[in-house]
Structure formats: structure tokens, C-alpha cells
């Protein structure tokens, strides 16, 4: 796929940010299904080291990413679009307000994940563990050998 020519060029153009594109014409429902496969095949290149590099080194899949944060037909697509950015390295966690829970006595933090994992897969998980925080879960892991 990342030997594909103008892989980014197709994918940016699935992601219908251009208001003038053949497909604006169809139900919303249909740009909402393309625009979340585009925005989710570049989430999944983004956690594979060559599709990462391939990805932050085009400023138009920077650029459209960004977009989406603003002009995503869902929120679903937003979510993609800032942990592929964010697995990029290209922004920091954006920090939302914790749902409030109901019931207890305050004392429950929901609890923790840990994730256990091969040494060698360091930075993999490193992007899997941010992607887990910036939807809001409390993840240790250990990061010293």
C-alpha cells in the first residue's frame, strides 16, 4: 500500500474536505462512511514505523488531519483525526473534561489499564498507550528496563 503512487493524494480526497468534490453530492451518511475509512487508514498507517515517516513527511496529510478537527462529518472522524495526529507527534493531548460519574462515594478513580508488552515494541506501545489516554483511560506502564 505505501508503494501505492499518490497514496496520500487518494486518501486526502476520501476525506471530502474539498467543497467542490465530485461526491459532496451524496447523502451524508455515505460521506460520513468515506470520510471515517480514509481518516481510520491513516490512524493504522500512522502506528506502522513506515507509514508513520511517510505521513509526517507530507504537510497535505498534516494539513487535512488539522482540518478534520474543525470539519469532520462526525465526531467519531474527529476522534481518528487527532490520534492519528497525535501518533504522528504532530500535537500534544488535547485535554477534555472528564465525564462526571454517577453513584459512589468519589473514592472510585474508575481504576487503571496496565499494559504489559515486549521491551523491542517500546514506541508502539508508547503510541498505543497515548491513544488510550487521549480517550480519556489511565494507563501504567512501565518505561524503564
Known amino acids: 500500500m505505501l508503494q501505492t503512487a499518490q497514496l496520500t493524494t487518494l486518501l486526502n480526497e476520501a476525506l471530502l474536505l474539498d467543497p ?16 471515517q475509512d480514509a481518516a481510520e487508514c491513516y490512524l493504522q ?20 488531519l488539522r482540518m478534520l478537527l474543525d470539519k469532520a462529518w462526525s ?28 453513584g459512589g462515594d468519589g473514592d472510585d478513580d474508575g481504576g487503571w489499564l496496565m499494559m504489559s508488552y ?13 491513544s488510550l ?3 480519556g483511560f489511565e494507563v501504567w506502564w512501565d518505561l524503564d528496563r
Open 20 to 35: 467542490d468534490h465530485v461526491r459532496q453530492d451524496q447523502e451524508r451518511s455515505i460521506k460520513v462512511i468515506l470520510q
Open 45 to 64: 498507517l500512522a502506528l506502522f514505523e513506515p507509514g508513520r515517516e511517510l505521513l509526517s513527511s507530507d504537510t497535505s496529510v498534516l494539513d487535512a
Open 75 to 102: 465526531e467519531e472522524v474527529r476522534v481518528v483525526a487527532h490520534n492519528t495526529l497525535l501518533a504522528l507527534g504532530a500535537i500534544e493531548r488535547i485535554h477534555e473534561p472528564e465525564p462526571e460519574r454517577e
Open 118 to 130: 515486549q521491551w523491542d515494541h517500546q514506541a508502539t506501545v508508547e503510541r498505543v498507550v497515548r
Open 133 to 135: 489516554e487521549a480517550r
